[in-house]
């Protein structure tokens, strides 16, 4: 790149905080075109160029190297982002080496250079530009932010801020069918018009260079002081999206579980059968769980076979359809359904709109349409094939196309609209296609329909004083849950009740344990990003905080994959888990107090701002201060930080009467041990520490993980060398037994309890007998209790808890050995089951 010809985009007097060329679309404006002038079109990608010539009139058009030409008009595009800003060691012979004493870098301009890849592409469109023949210019990048910075880069790039004679215009292009495109034609943006959206592309371009340049540059220095060259990038939204993860998952550790009880009772009712489950309280205190185990073993016997007396209530409830899909519902409720990555949620939204025409611009935050859209949206419907047609012809039949707020609000869109069909039938979907495009067709048809109604039923069963509770509902009408395939009976369970008395047929209490926060999936990742750090399910509430988001729904997908790409997090089946990386970079972060690389507040309010910028409410260059001395306090909070002035000593300290010190990362002993906080991909609790340090053993432990973000389990151990090292499955040869637990059921030699498991002494000797058990299993401790249990032949108790390693489902289930001595399964039965509550009940409890 260094010896790329460079263009400079002015931002500042002094370290980016003057604008000197944001405004010199302001002078293309007035420049007016010779009549006979041609106009040039840059579209954003190949195939957007060759549907703007089909529209246009492809037989006028010759194809060229690169670009069309017609009498009139030259068509030629970028592939993506064809110019982009310098390297820091591109722009200062300074900033060539990663060292603490170059920074803050703080450029007084931002140099563009040439993306490597695409140099010829730029090649093309540059000699274009430059054509004395050529006179409009017309941006038809994506319509948006980023479309903006792409064109005005390339623009930039090549004539070196020196518009003069050429006029600017923007095509905003909604969506791809070829009465869209011809609309946008017919109304042509400004240079002056878009002059607002482009400074706000300027502010994050220039924003994310100098937080992520100093930031990345600054760690690195940092953490290679320690030895080696350890890269750190981080960026300033990437990174507060990893705090989020990593503070959610210091929550799981920090848990500790609580035992509880569930009592729920089997009832006969004139012979239909139906369960209760144990509560008390009202409303929002009604509590179903049971903290003292006399208080449930007090239930049982208090209810066990006695009658009951049954009150119960019905009562009408609805629920409506949700509004339209922006790009981040529409990546969630993917992501819930199908497990689709929103990368790749994005990428078939894309598709869809781009190369299918079937769907409208994707990368939108609005889940509104124009107030005047109601004759496009009957005309859309009409144009539904397959499965849905029947409902959309329903919808336009029975006039529920109305002028809604839900529905139809201006004030709710900026610069695009919800996603909606087009109503071009796509051919020759994939799988995952046809399923994001169902979904699209689904809501745009169900907004319409009328709610869901339901009739509800809750029946009390009271027993020496103790209530059960059964709750269900059925389905009366199904209103816009049809679209989805819902019938009135597939919701109904409580059976037709027969007077109010009840037999008790059983009673039982059931053990379990509170459950830790769950691990964010992509679907509540990309919430908690749209509402900058508040994981907020509600909708309008989720909606009332949107503009104060991380990143955009067009970047948040890019900003998942990228925590993904940088080893800060792995995807276990749909769960998001931090490594010991982000670990590691978060608490260092935390310690030299970088508010703005951990903050998702305050990078939401820049993100705030930039959208101020985009409508003209804020300006670039009071932005960009705020920037450059966010920047300065990142780099020296960075070089003033020593880990050293972070030790103390340890909470637990004195260990076997050594002294143990703690430093942000790491224990360290008198002696010299040295354990750091995170091992393997897991945090070792202070208890943990303590038994390793007292034992020089512990385990086997569950929640290690491999570079590639497999989970596995190992005992930790401290050598000779006072050094710590993993211990998996042992060798039969160097197998250290200890303690005898029983006899093997296979052959009736002595099984010994060892580091990692059990095993008999016909295993040791490597006898086609011998047998061998884990500690922990599927993520879970065996206890040695359910061990001895399955040496006497049996069945062990309902282990609850493990987790499947290709689902990654938690499911339950006893263990036991078969006849050649293997760990096998043996499945609970299914939850009791209660008689359907039919439709003629829900008329019988109406009338």
Known sequence: MATTTKATTKTTKTAATKTKTAKTAKTAKTAKAPAAGKTLIIAEKPSVASDLVKVLGAKTFTKNNGYYESDTTIISHAIGHLVTIADPKDIDERYKAWDMKTLPMLPEKFPLVATPATKSQLSIVGKLIKRKDVTTIVNACDAGREGELIFFYILQYVLKGKFTGKTIKRLWMQSMTPAAIKDAFEHLRTAEEMENLKDAALCRSEADWLVGMNGSRGLTAYNSS?????????????????????????????????????????????????????????????????????????????????????????????????????????????????????????????????????????????????????????????????????????????????????????????????????????????????????????????????????????????VEGETFITEGKILVDPGFKAVYGKDSDDESNVPQLKGDNAKTLDVRANDDFTKPPAHYTESTLLSMMESAGKLVEDDELRDAMKERGLGTPATRAAIIEKLVSDKYVVRDGKEMIPTAKAFDLIKVLSAMNCDALTSPEL????????????????????????????????????????????????????????????????????????????????????????????????????????????????????????????????????????????????????????????????????????????????????????????????????????????????????????????????????????????KKTAAKAEG
Not at 251 to 266: G, N, S
Not at 619 to 625: D, L, V
Request: glycine residues 8%; aromatic residues 10%; contains cysteine.
């Open 226 to 462: 320690m030895g080696g060259f350890q890269i750190t990038p981080c960026g300033r939204v990437q990174t507060p999206t990893l705090a989020i993860i990593v503070k959610r998952e210091e929550e799981r550790l920090k848990f500790v579980p609580q035992k509880f009880w569930t009592v729920e009772a089997d009832f006969d009712n004139g012979g239909n059968a139906y369960l209760g489950k144990w509560f008390t309280g009202e409303g929002k205190e009604r509590q179903k769980q049971i903290f003292d185990e006399k208080k449930a073993e007090e239930v049982l016997a208090k209810c066990k076979g006695k009658p009951g007396k049954i009150e119960e209530t019905t009562a009408p409830s609805q629920q409506k359809c949700g509004q339209l899909y922006d790009l981040t519902t529409l990546q969630r409720e993917a992501n819930n359904r199908f497990g689709f990555s929103a990368k790749t949620t994005l990428s078939i939204a894309q598709s869809l709109y781009e190369h299918y025409k079937a769907t409208t611009y994707p990368r939108t935050d609005s889940r509104c349409l124009p107030e005047d859209y109601v004759t496009t949206v009957k005309a859309t419907l009409g144009k539904i094939e397959g499965p849905l047609r029947k409902f959309a012809l329903e919808a336009l039949d029975n006039s529920y196309v109305k002028r809604t707020p839900k529905v139809f609000d201006n004030s709710k869109i900026s610069d695009h609209f919800a996603i909606i069909p087009t109503g071009v039938v796509p051919k020759g979907l994939s799988e995952a296609e046809e399923k994001i495009y169902t979904m699209i067709c689904q809501r745009f048809i169900a907004v319409f329909f009328p709610p869901a109604q339901y009739l509800n039923t809750t029946r009390i069963t009271t």
């Open 603 to 838: 990078t939401g309010e820049w993100e705030y701002k930039m959208d101020l910028i985009s409508k003209g409410k804020e300006s670039r260059e009071n932005f960009m201060q705020g920037i450059v001395e966010m920047t300065k306090s990142m780099v020296k909070n960075i070089k003033g930080f020593k880990e050293e002035s972070t030790t103390g000593e340890a909470k637990f300290s004195p260990v076997n009467g050594k002294k143990v010190f703690e430093t942000v990362s790491r224990y360290t002993t008198e002696d010299g041990i040295v354990i750091r906080k995170i091992i393997g991909g897991k945090h070792l609790t202070e208890e943990e520490i303590v038994e390793l340090l007292t034992k020089r053993k512990i385990g086997p432990l569950t929640g290690f993980r491999s570079k590639k973000g497999a989970e596995f389990s190992a005992v930790l151990t401290i050598n000779d060398q006072n050094k710590i090292e993993f211990v998996f499955d042992e060798k039969p040869e160097e197998i250290e037994v200890g303690e005898k637990i029983g006899k093997s059921p296979i052959d009736g030699s002595d099984v010994f309890e060892t580091l990692t498991g059990y095993v008999s002494q016909s295993y040791i000797d490597k006898e086609p007998s011998g047998i061998q058990l884990p500690k922990v299993m599927l993520g879970k401790e065996l206890p040695i209790d359910e061990i001895k249990k399955m040496l006497g032949g049996e069945k062990t108790s309902l282990i609850k808890g493990f987790r499947s390693n290709k689902t990654h489902r938690l499911f339950d289930a006893f263990l036991y050995l078969d006849k050649a001595g293997k760990l096998k399964f043996d499945f609970p039965p299914r939850t009791f089951t209660a008689k359907r509550f039919t």
